[in-house]
C-alpha cells in the first residue's frame, strides 16, 4: 500500500490501480467515459482530468488525466481544483455540441451515464449556436438498436466488441467529427456478446430493442438479482418487470462469474417469459379421451386426492432446469426410491461421472475469473462458442496473460490498455483446441485439431500417456498427433495454472475420459489443475447432486409394472429420449401431472397441468458448472393461478401426508440442507427472508417509480396492497433503502448521481474486484487432497467410413438448441433452419452444395435439413444442428445416411 | 559557408546515382561507421553534437536513440523508421532532400539502424511523393545491388531490409506513434505515451523514428564529426537547417542555412523581400501550427530556443508570409479548416473544439459573426492547451489561432461590428 494526497486529504492506496479507478474505489467521483474497468485506460475522452503538483511547494500543477496517471507514492492530486472542473465541463460542452438532446424519446434516458456525467460536470449553458453534425442509423439486427446522432466518441463500443469480445462486424469509419461507430453496411451484428453494447456505450447509442417492444424507463421497472437459465455457467443478472411482464435482462456484476457481461442468448432470451402462450392456469383432463380444461385450485387438489393416496406409486421426473428447491419438493414428495432425472441415461451417467470427479479428485473447478488466471489450456470437444459463451469470452481474455506479463517487464501497467496491447500484437497465451468443427475461437488458438471423437479421445490419451506414464497406453496415432500431443503435455506440465475444458454436450465417454485422464495425470505430481466441464443446462450439476437414476431406468418401462401417478417437472420428455420411450412411459402410467411454463408435447399428454412460474417468478437456487450454488429471486409477483413449482409441490405433499412440510423458502432450504449432504452448506448462506436494513426489507422499485396508485386504476381506484413476499427480504415497493444492499440481494445499481449502470462502481471493494461484501454464490465443494486417482481404461477406434453412412456429431448453437430461449422473437430470427456441417470432398460424392437441402436419415427418423459446407469438418463426419426447432431428439453421435431430394 | 546538405543537389537536374553519388564521397561515412565504430560509438558521436530533430519537435536524436534496448537477443527485432510524411502547410523541405540525393537518406539510415541495431527499416513517405517515391526505389535498389542494403553489409556482418511504404495522405501520420499504427495498417491515431517508441514502437518492438532531415545528416557528422557540426550554426545549436518561405516574396524556395540566421536576412536576401506592393504584415515561422511572428520579431534568430523565446516555435523552419493584401481573418479560418478536418477524432477537444473554431472563423470572416466568438476562439484556443489533448495536433492548431487572435484582433472585430470582410 502506499499513499497518496487527495484535495488534502492521505489516502492509503494500492499501486497498481491508476487514479481514476482508485477514486472511484475511494468513492470520489470522477467524470469519465472512455474507461471502462474491463477494457482499461486510453486516454480518448480527456474528461477524467485531475490537476498534479510536483510537490507540496507547487501551486500551479498541471492537468492530466486521471485514467493515465499511475498511482504512485506521494502523489499529490486536485479533483475538485477550479481548472480542473472547468476543463471537464468543456469537455462535456465539446461533447454536447452535437448531441441530440433528445433524452424524452431515448431509450436511456434515466441511467445514461452522459446525463450523469453532464449533471456532474455542471455544464448546463449552450455557446455552440450552429447546426449539429448527423449521421444514418443502422439496422444491426433483432438485439440492437442504433442511433448514431447521440454518439460522444469514446471507442467503448468497438473496444469491447472488437478488442475484448473478438467481434469482426463493428468498426469505427472515418475520421475527425466524422467518425462513426457501426458495420461496414446494415446487418445483424453478428458476435455472441452484442448486447452488451446496451450497457457498455454510454449514452443511447446502442439500445436493446427487445426492451423497445414495451419500453420502460429504469425508474419504473421493478427489479431483482437473478441468475441466467440459459446453460450451465449460471451468470448473474438484474430482470425487470413492469406490469406482471419481464421487460429486460442485464448483467449483474459478480467478480468470481461473469464480471460485467452476459452473452446475447442469456440478455434476449427472457421473451418466453412473457410468450402468449404461457399456461397460466391449471388445467385438467376428466377422462382420457377429453380435453383439458381449465380447473379452480380447490377443485384439483380434491380430484388429486386419490391419485396421491398412501398405497399409490407415485414417480417423479425431475428436471435440470428446474430449481433444486423444486427437485427436491418432488424427491420429498415420490420418495428418494422413486425420484428420476429427466435426462437420457447416456447424459445422466456422464454428468454423474464428471460431477463425482470434481468433488473427489482433488482438482480444482475453476470460476471463470479462475479461468482466466489460466497460463495454458486445452479445450477437449467442447464447442464453447455455443455451448457457454461467457467460458469463450473467458479464454479470450486468458489468451493475453503472457503479453500482460511481457507489459510488466516493460513496465507498462495492465490498465493501460493500448500500449500493453501494441506491444503484445499477435502473442497469445498457449490455447490448444480439439474439436470436431472450427469456431470463431480458433483465431486465438495456438493449435487447432479437428476431427471426430474418436481421433481427439486419442490425442487426450496420448496427453495424458505423456504426462504420467502410469496412465494407459494408447495406441501410436500418426506422427502429426503425437507431436502435437506431446507439446500440448509440454505446455501443460510447464504451466503454473493449466486448465482443461470439456464437457458432456458432444455425449461422448471417450471424451470425458480423455479429459479425466489428463486432469489425474497433472494431479498425479501435484499440478495445481484446473478442470472445467460444461454441462447442457443451468441446474445439470444440481439435479447430478440430488440422489437417482435417469428416467429411462424406470422400473417397468419395458414391463407391465404400472406407475399410479407420475409427476413430470419442468421437463419436455420428447427433447431427453425416442419417442417411442417417452411414449411407452405415458401409456404405463395411469395419471400425469405436468408442472411446467409453457405447451409442449408432454404438457399436451398430462392429464392435470400446473402452471409453473418461470425463474423470473420464481425463488430458487441453481449449481452451476462449478459447483456454485446461487440464488434467484422474483421479479414478477404471482399471477392467476401461476405459482413456483416447489410451492405446488408443497401442495402435492400435503395432500399425501397431510402435513405442511415447509412454508417460507427459506424452511425448505433447511429441510434440503439436512436431507442432503451436499447442500449442508446452503442453510445460511443468503441473509434469510427475515433480513432487514433498517427495519426494512430491500426495495425492488426506485425511489422514483411511479404509478404505484395508479396501475390499478383502470379496476379500482382503491390502491391495492402491495403484494407480499415471504420468500425474500426484497420488497415490491419502492420503500426501503436502495443502496448498498447485501451483494446477493442486488435488485439494481444505483447511487447519489450514478444512475446508469456504472453506478456498480460503488457496489465493488475495487474496479475488477469482489462485490462489498464477497461475490455471491457459495461453492458446494472444494478442491480436497490431490488424491491418487484412477485412470478410466478408454478404446478409441477411428470411425468406420461405411459406404452410404457417415458419423453424425451434434452441432450445438447459441441460438436454437436451448429450449426456453428459443421461443423469443429476437432469438427466433436468430435460429438457423435445421442444419448439417460437412465438407467438400463428401459433397461431392453426395453430389450436393451448399444450400441443397438433403433428408437425413437416422434409424427411424428422416428429417430435412439444409447442407453447409466447412472445410474444417473431416471427412465421413457430420455434424447435426442440435435441438432446433422443429428438430426430433436425437441421441447423438450416431450414424446416419443421407438421400439427396 | 557549408551547405553539407544540399551540396549535391541541383534543382532542375536529376538526383545523383550511385556511382555518382560515390565519387562525392558517398558511401565513405558508412565504410567508417561499419569498420572502426560500435553502434554505441555512433550514438555517443550524434549525442555529442546535440543534432535536434529537425521534424519540428527538436528532440536530441542521439537521446532518442540511447533509449533503444541494446542487449543482444531479447529486444529482436528492431526498427528504424524513416518520417517522411511531410504534411505541415508551407514545408517542402524533406521533398527537396529526398528527390534531391536519395543516397544520402539512405546511407543516413544504413548507419542509424546500425546504431541501434535494427534490421528492418521503412521510409513512411507521403502519397503525394511521386517523384521522390520512383527515386527512393531507384535509389534503394542500387543500394542492394552495391551490397550496402541486405545481408552482411560490406563484410560487416550487420543486415537491413529497407522498404519504402508510401503512406495514404494523413496530416497525423507524421506525428510518429500515428505514423507506426498507420504504418502497422491500424487506424492512424496516436499511441499513448510512455511507453516511448524506443521501447514498444513497430509491432510492439523497439523503434526509432527520425525526419529525412535528422537522417540525412548522420553520414556527414560521422565523417566530419561532432565539433565540425556544432561550428556549422550561428548558435549553440549545432549545424545548417532547411528554411524555407512562402507566401507573397519575390523568390519563395528552400534554402540550407546556419541555424541562427536572422527571419530579416532570410526574408531579404534569400526570399528576395515581399513582392512589390505587397507588405509584411506577419509570418508562421515553422509551419501552420507555429505561432504568429510581427514585424517586432524580424530579428529574432531562427533556432530552437530563439524562436521559442519570441513566443513561437521553430518548428520545421519553413514560414508562410501574411501579407497586407490578404485578410488575416480568412488566413487563419484556411488555416483551422485544415486542422479540423485533419483531427483524428480520437480525443474530444480536436475532435469537436476544432470545427467549432473553424465554423466561428467561417462566420466571422463571411460578416455573421458575433462578439462573443472572440471569447468563444480564445476559450477553444485555451481548451486545445498541451496536456488537455491526447496529441500535439489541437495544441498545434492553437498555435495560429491565439495568436492572430492577440496580433490581428482589431482586423476581427472589423469584421464583425462592419458585418463584411473588407478584402472581399
Given amino acids: 500500500m502506499i ?107 434515466g441511467e445514461c451515464h452522459l446525463q450523469d456525467m453532464t449533471i456532474m460536470t455542471g455544464h448546463n449553458y449552450r455557446r455552440f449556436d450552429f447546426p449539429k453534425r448527423t449521421y444514418n442509423n443502422q439496422d444491426l439486427g433483432p438485439f440492437i438498436s442504433h442511433e448514431m446522432n447521440r454518439c460522444i466518441q469514446c471507442y467503448r463500443c468497438v473496444r469491447f466488441y472488437r478488442d475484448y469480445a473478438g467481434g469482426k462486424d463493428l468498426n469505427v469509419f472515418a475520421s475527425r467529427n466524422q467518425v462513426y461507430f457501426g458495420r461496414h453496411e446494415d446487418g445483424t451484428l453478428e458476435n455472441a456478446f452484442s448486447g452488451n453494447l446496451v450497457e457498455v456505450c454510454p449514452t443511447g ?31 448473474n443478472t438484474i430482470i425487470s418487470e413492469r406490469y406482471g411482464s419481464l421487460r429486460r435482462i442485464m448483467s449483474r456484476y459478480n467478480g468470481a462469474v461473469n464480471g460485467y457481461f452476459i452473452c446475447d442468448r442469456g440478455r434476449f432470451g427472457y421473451e418466453f417469459v412473457n410468450d402468449e402462450h404461457r399456461i397460466k392456469t391449471s388445467q385438467i383432463r376428466l377422462g382420457k379421451e377429453s380435453k383439458l380444461q381449465p380447473v379452480e385450485n380447490e377443485h384439483i387438489f380434491a380430484s388429486l386426492t386419490d391419485s396421491f393416496s398412501a398405497n399409490k406409486k407415485i414417480v417423479g421426473i425431475g428436471s435440470p432446469r428446474a430449481s433444486l428447491e423444486s ?23 456422464l454428468t454423474r461421472k464428471v460431477s463425482d470427479f470434481l468433488q473427489h479428485s482433488g482438482v480444482i473447478s475453476p470460476s471463470l475469473k479462475q479461468m482466466a488466471g489460466a497460463d495454458a489450456i486445452l479445450v477437449l470437444g467442447e464447442d464453447l462458442v455455443n455451448t457457454a459463451p461467457m467460458i469463450a469470452l473467458t479464454l479470450r481474455q486468458a489468451a493475453r496473460n503472457l503479453s500482460d ?58 496427453i495424458s500417456e505423456r504426462l504420467d506414464k502410469k496412465a494407459p497406453d494408447t495406441k501410436s496415432g500418426g506422427n502429426d498427433l503425437l507431436k502435437l500431443a506431446e507439446k500440448i503435455a509440454r505446455h501443460l506440465k510447464e504451466a503454473k495454472n493449466p486448465l482443461i475444458i470439456s464437457g458432456v454436450s458432444s455425449g461422448d465417454e471417450s471424451i470425458i475420459n480423455a479429459s479425466l485422464n489428463i486432469t489425474t495425470a497433472l494431479l498425479s505430481f501435484g499440478s495445481d489443475v484446473m478442470l472445467s466441464m460444461v454441462f447442457p443446462e443451468c441446474n445439470s450439476m444440481g439435479l447430478a447432486l440430488i440422489p437417482g437414476n435417469s428416467f ?37 402410467s395411469k395419471h400425469i401431472i405436468v408442472l411446467d411454463h409453457l405447451p409442449n408435447k408432454t404438457v399436451l399428454r398430462a392429464d392435470v397441468i400446473l402452471p409453473a412460474a418461470t425463474f423470473a417468478g420464481s425463488e430458487g437456487t441453481m449449481i452451476n458448472n462449478e459447483g456454485r450454488a446461487q440464488r434467484f429471486y422474483k421479479a414478477l409477483d404471482a399471477e392467476n393461478q401461476v405459482k413456483e413449482s416447489w410451492k405446488w409441490l408443497t401442495d402435492l405433499i400435503k395432500i399425501r401426508n397431510g402435513e405442511v412440510k415447509w412454508i417460507r423458502f427459506d424452511e425448505i432450504v433447511g429441510f434440503l440442507a439436512d436431507d442432503l449432504l451436499i447442500f449442508s452448506k446452503l442453510k445460511n448462506y443468503n441473509p434469510g427472508s427475515d433480513f432487514r436494513m433498517l427495519n ?58 450514478w444512475n446508469s449502470v456504472q453506478a456498480m462502481y460503488n457496489y465493488l471493494e475495487e474496479t475488477n474486484g469482489s462485490l462489498k461484501g464477497g461475490d455471491p454464490g457459495i461453492r458446494l465443494f472444494e478442491p480436497g487432497k490431490k488424491g491418487e486417482n484412477i485412470y478410466f481404461k478408454q478404446e478409441t477406434k477411428s470411425i468406420e467410413i461405411k459406404k452410404d453412412e457417415w458419423k453424425i456429431v451434434p452441432a450445438f448453437q447459441i441460438f436454437g438448441s436451448d429450449e426456453l430461449s428459443s421461443t423469443g422473437a429476437a432469438i427466433s430470427k436468430r435460429i438457423k433452419k435445421p442444419f448439417v456441417l460437412m465438407n467438400q470432398e463428401d459433397a461431392d460424392i453426395l453430389k450436393i452444395k451448399s444450400d441443397d437441402r438433403v433428408e437425413l436419415e437416422i434409424g427411424k427418423i428422416r428429417i430435412n435439413v439444409e447442407v453447409i459446407i466447412d472445410k474444417g469438418v473431416v471427412k465421413g463426419l457430420a455434424g447435426l444442428s442440435v435441438n432446433l426447432p422443429g428438430m426430433p431428439f436425437i441421441s447423438m453421435p450416431c450414424y446416419g445416411k443421407f438421400h439427396k431430394l | 559557408m557549408e551547405r553539407p546538405l544540399t551540396k549535391h543537389i541541383k534543382p532542375g537536374f536529376t538526383a545523383y546515382n550511385l556511382e555518382e553519388y560515390k565519387q562525392v564521397g558517398g558511401y565513405n561515412a558508412l565504410l567508417k561507421a561499419l569498420k572502426n565504430m560500435s553502434p554505441g560509438d555512433i550514438t555517443t558521436l550524434i549525442k555529442t553534437s546535440n543534432l535536434l530533430g529537425r521534424g519540428g519537435a527538436g528532440f536530441p536524436t542521439g537521446v532518442k536513440w540511447s533509449l533503444v534496448p541494446m542487449d543482444v537477443d531479447r529486444s529482436r527485432p528492431k526498427y528504424l523508421v524513416c518520417n517522411a510524411d511531410e504534411m505541415e502547410p508551407g514545408t517542402f523541405k524533406d521533398r527537396y532532400l529526398l528527390e534531391g540525393n536519395p543516397h544520402q537518406l539512405i546511407e543516413g539510415m544504413i548507419i542509424s539502424a546500425y546504431a541501434i541495431q535494427a534490421e528492418k527499416a521503412y521510409i513512411f513517405l507521403r502519397w503525394a511523393y511521386k517523384k521522390a517515391e520512383a527515386g527512393l526505389r531507384k535509389a534503394i535498389d542500387e543500394a542492394y545491388k552495391a551490397g550496402y542494403l541486405g545481408k552482411n553489409i560490406m563484410g560487416s556482418g550487420f543486415n537491413l531490409d529497407l522498404y519504402v511504404h508510401s503512406s495514404a495522405g494523413r496530416y497525423i501520420c507524421g506525428e510518429e506513434t500515428a505514423l507506426l499504427n498507420s504504418l502497422e495498417g491500424k487506424r492512424a491515431i496516436p ?40 561550428g556549422l550554426s550561428l548558435t549553440a545549436t549545432g549545424g545548417t537547417k532547411l528554411f524555407g518561405v512562402s507566401g507573397r516574396v519575390k523568390n519563395p524556395g528552400t534554402w540550407e542555412l546556419p541555424l541562427g540566421i536572422t527571419i530579416r536576412e532570410l526574408l531579404e536576401e534569400h526570399a528576395g523581400g515581399m513582392s512589390s506592393g505587397y507588405k509584411f504584415r506577419g509570418a508562421l515561422p515553422g509551419g501552420a501550427s507555429t505561432d504568429f511572428l510581427i514585424e517586432d520579431h524580424l530579428d529574432v534568430k531562427m533556432d530552437f530556443s530563439t524562436v521559442a523565446a519570441a513566443g513561437s516555435r521553430l518548428g520545421t523552419g519553413t514560414m508562410i508570409i501574411l501579407d497586407d493584401k490578404t485578410c488575416p481573418v480568412s488566413f487563419i479560418h484556411n488555416v483551422e479548416k485544415f486542422f479540423a478536418l485533419e483531427s483524428c477524432g480520437w480525443c474530444t477537444p480536436c475532435r469537436e473544439g476544432l470545427p467549432w473554431v473553424e465554423k466561428m472563423l467561417l462566420s466571422i470572416e463571411d460578416g455573421t459573426g458575433k462578439m462573443e466568438y472572440l471569447d468563444l476562439l480564445s476559450f477553444n484556443a485555451k481548451y486545445f492547451g498541451p496536456g488537455n489533448t491526447f496529441c500535439a495536433h489541437a495544441p498545434g492548431a492553437a498555435e495560429p489561432l491565439q495568436s492572430g487572435l492577440k496580433y490581428f484582433h482589431d482586423d476581427f472585430v472589423k469584421h464583425i461590428t462592419d458585418k463584411k470582410c473588407h478584402w472581399r
Fill in chain 1, 327 to 349: 427437485n427436491f419438493a418432488l424427491m420429498t414428495l415420490t420418495g428418494k426410491e422413486n425420484f428420476y432425472h429427466g435426462i437420457s441415461r447416456k447424459e445422466f451417467l
Fill in chain 2, 191 to 230: 499511441r499513448t505515451k510512455p511507453p516511448f517508441p524506443a521501447i514498444s514502437g513497430l509491432f510492439g518492438r523497439p523503434t526509432v523514428v527520425n525526419n529525412v532531415e535528422t537522417l540525412s545528416w548522420i553520414s556527414h557528422i560521422v565523417e566530419n564529426g561532432a565539433d565540425w557540426f556544432k
Fill in chain 1, 205 to 235: 447509442v446502442f439500445t436493446d430493442k427487445t426492451l423497445k417492444m414495451h419500453f420502460t424507463r429504469k425508474w419504473d421497472l421493478s427489479n431483482a438479482p437473478s441468475v441466467c437459465v440459459h446453460c450451465s455457467v449460471g451468470c
Fill in chain 1, 552 to 588: 429411462e431406468d424406470i422400473a417397468g418401462l419395458n414391463g407391465t409394472n404400472e406407475i399410479d401417478t407420475l409427476v413430470i417437472l419442468e421437463n419436455d420428455l420428447y427433447r431427453r429420449a425416442d419417442e417411442e420411450l417417452v411414449n411407452e412411459l405415458f401409456r404405463i
Fill in chain 1, 696 to 753: 426494512a426489507k430491500m426495495p425492488r422499485q426506485t425511489m422514483r417509480y411511479s404509478g404505484r396508485t395508479a396501475i390499478n386504476a383502470n379496476i379500482s381506484v382503491s390502491e391495492h396492497k402491495l403484494p407480499e413476499d415471504i420468500d425474500s427480504p426484497l420488497a415490491f415497493s419502492m420503500e426501503g433503502i436502495p443502496e448498498n444492499p447485501p451483494s446477493s440481494l442486488v435488485p439494481f445499481y444505483w447511487t447519489p448521481g
Fill in chain 1, 3 to 109: 499513499k497518496i494526497l487527495i484535495d488534502g486529504k492521505y489516502y492509503e492506496v494500492k499501486p497498481e490501480k491508476n487514479l481514476l479507478e482508485t477514486c472511484l474505489a475511494l468513492g470520489i467521483d470522477i467524470p469519465h467515459f472512455c474507461f471502462h474497468p474491463a477494457l482499461g485506460s486510453v486516454g480518448a475522452c480527456r474528461l477524467c482530468a485531475v490537476k498534479k503538483f510536483r510537490d507540496k511547494d507547487d501551486t500551479k500543477g498541471r492537468i492530466v488525466m486521471s485514467c493515465m496517471e499511475p498511482v504512485t507514492e506521494g502523489l499529490i492530486v486536485s479533483v475538485e481544483d477550479p481548472d480542473a472542473k472547468a476543463f471537464r465541463a468543456s469537455v462535456i460542452e465539446g461533447l454536447m455540441t452535437n448531441h441530440p438532446h433528445d433524452c424524452p424519446v431515448c431509450d436511456e434516458g
Fill in chain 1, 405 to 462: 506479463a511481457e507489459a510488466k517487464k516493460k513496465g507498462i501497467p495492465l490498465w493501460n490498455d493500448a500500449p500493453v496491447r501494441e506491444l503484445a500484437q499477435d502473442t497469445k497465451n498457449p490455447l490448444f483446441i480439439a474439436s470436431p468443427f472450427s469456431d470463431s475461437l480458433d483465431e486465438i488458438a495456438e493449435d487447432t485439431f479437428h476431427s471426430q471423437y474418436s481421433d481427439i479421445a486419442e490425442l487426450g490419451l496420448m
